[in-house]
């Protein structure tokens, strides 16, 4: 029930990483939800950004469950590390 997926990321879990992240020094949490997820390979993705690993262990070792894992498979989760540069324009 790809409504009821959207529903809870959006209004219970977007909130819970959100807070987390702020909390372990994380500065840029990006959600982007799939148009057709019958046709995606991914219901969506979500980027966080820290300044440097230690926010990530942080975030890790902070982060509750909130139910998303009724949807998310853990195992089959792609997870990827990159290190990012910002161009800022003010």
């Known amino acids: 029930d790809y409504d009821a997926f ?6 219970v879990h977007v909130p819970n990483v959100a807070g987390t992240l702020t909390g372990a020094g994380g500065f840029r949490y990006v959600v982007g939800l799939s148009l057709d997820p019958l046709k995606s390979p991914y219901a969506g993705m979500a980027e966080l950004y820290f300044h440097d690993r230690s926010g990530w262990d942080r975030y890790k070792a902070a982060i509750t ?7 998310v498979d853990n195992d089959g989760t792609l997870l990827m590390y ?3 540069e910002f161009v800022a324009i003010p």
Request: glycine content about 6%; charged content about 30%; aromatic content about 18%.
């Open 82 to 84: 990159a290190r990012t």
């Open 65 to 71: 469950d909130d139910g998303m894992s009724r949807w």
């Open 6 to 11: 959207y529903d809870h990321w959006l209004s």
